[in-house]
């Protein structure tokens, strides 16, 4: 599934009668920040997809050891983090900032539960700066456009896309978007990337069926890609070793986490 708050068009008023891909998200990395009708959904998703929990904790396993890796070996400062979600533990700017204190993070989503918990749970360093953006990826001139008061576009971002992409349904526009924010960042930026998908060599088998149920009772829909449509994304970048791999397996250690169906990849920009 994915992380993000970002992708339904525009800002929203909350709408806590139906169960949302950012808190249900939560419930299953064991936050507090749902409601019952989250949880509810969330554990017939497990049911059906019984290692989403794991696909939750690889997913934030992965962006711990991608920021450690940008902001340790490559000297990274800056994050661009799109659909952020909702705050939990380890999140962008806490492991940028350990490593780096005066690393720059913003945070994009446009759910108003997001932002406002954003607000009053994240803060950075004082040698730092975190800002939160209520911004739309589908608009990605705006994004910049905005972010561009805390970050400097003329050094290198990491442009953070974990479970974003597959609320994107038609993949043409996905690739846009992509395009659209690489181009707007520059040499030397990276792109950091996480994905379902229904792949069996991963163990996508039931992605389909827990996401045909999803999109029937909870918002906003969602999308499983293969491979080789992943892949695409990464068009024009140069993938950092080992490439497009389940993304527990990205750089961790050897047997240290179970494959789950959800790719990961860091690329650069040349």
């Not at 409601?35 to 059906?48: L, P, Q, T, Y």
Request: charged residues 25%; contains cysteine.
């Amino acid at each position: 599934m994915g992380e993000s708050g970002t992708p339904p068009r525009g800002p929203t008023r909350p709408d806590t009668s139906v169960a949302h891909n950012a808190r249900v998200w939560n419930h299953w990395v064991g936050g507090r920040d749902n409601h019952e009708v989250d949880r509810r959904v969330g554990d017939r998703v497990a049911s059906i997809l019984p290692v989403i929990r794991d696909i939750a904790r690889a997913d934030r396993e992965f962006l711990v050891r991608a920021v450690t890796y940008l902001a340790g070996e490559r000297g990274v400062r800056q994050f661009l983090d799109l659909g952020s979600g909702l705050p939990t533990a380890d999140n962008t700017h806490e492991v940028a900032q350990r490593i780096a204190p005066g690393s720059r993070t913003v945070y994009v989503d446009n759910d108003p539960i997001v932002l406002r918990h954003a607000r009053t749970l994240l803060a950075g360093t004082g040698d730092g700066a975190t800002d939160y953006l209520e911004a739309d990826v589908h608009d990605p001139d705006a994004l910049l456009e905005q972010a561009a008061r805390t970050l400097d576009f003329d050094r290198p971002v990491a442009v953070m896309m974990l479970g974003v992409l597959n609320f994107v349904l038609d993949t043409g526009r996905a690739r846009g978007i992509v395009r659209r924010i690489m181009d707007g960042v520059p040499s030397g930026s990276f792109l950091v990337l996480t994905h379902p998908t229904h792949d069996a060599e991963v163990g996508g088998g039931s992605q389909i069926p827990a996401m045909e149920f999803w999109n029937e009772n909870a918002t906003p829909p969602i999308t499983a890609r293969g491979a080789e449509d992943i892949a695409a994304f990464l068009e024009g970048l140069h993938p950092v070793e080992p490439g497009l791999v389940s993304c527990s397996r990205w750089r961790a250690r050897a047997g240290s986490a179970p494959v789950v169906p959800q790719y990961g990849a860091v690329a650069m920009k040349p």
